[in-house]
């Protein structure tokens, strides 16, 4: 059964730091990862979307990596600000389904 | 604008009573989810539709029922029968099963 961790599930930064978020899965056999951004009380908003063939994808300030042998995804975020404050959730599809299995989420502070 | 609109944004509802809940939309996606969301338990998948008038359960779907009539609505029913329903419900599409999902601003369900 996948399973999809995120650690660590509590961040805080000054402004201006680059940083990067954990995402571990346990079975290889993804058809993509998925990036998500929830801000309190809302829904979630996709960031990044990265399909197994791919290395990496790049939007803005925000670069996500994927190394499926490992079951790792990270998430740099570069010159952090105090709108990046948000909790980051990491999804992945396995091949069978099709369904999004969620971490459970980093909850980022950036402090001004 | 295209996008998800879930409603309503909160619900109460008393121990005993059915209650559904309104997703809608607008980007000519064929798949459509829903998801609940708990804290430190992260989104767990309800039930999810691949196409109009076919839907499948997901992992948590006792206590709950859809209907998949038309192709822009997929509302969630919560019956009597589930037994913990206090939770935020998110639901999402996506283009087909295996592609970027995006999500509605959430509906936060409250029994009283």
Redesign the interface.
Known sequence: KQEVTQIPAALSVPEGENLVLNCSFTDSAIYNLQWFRQDPGKGLTSLLLIQSSQREQTSGRLNASLDKSSGRSTLYIAASQPGDSATYLCAVRGNQGGKLIFGQGTELSVKP | DGG?T?SPKYLFRKEGQNVTLSCEQNLNHDAM?W?RQDP??????IY?SQIVNDFQK?DIAEGYSVSREKKESFPLTVTSAQKNPTAFY?C?SSI???T???????T?LTVV
């Open positions: 998800i879930q989810y998801y430190g338990q992260g989104l767990r998948l999810y997901g998110l999402a087909g099963m295996g970027e999902a995006f999500f509605g601003q959430g936060r």
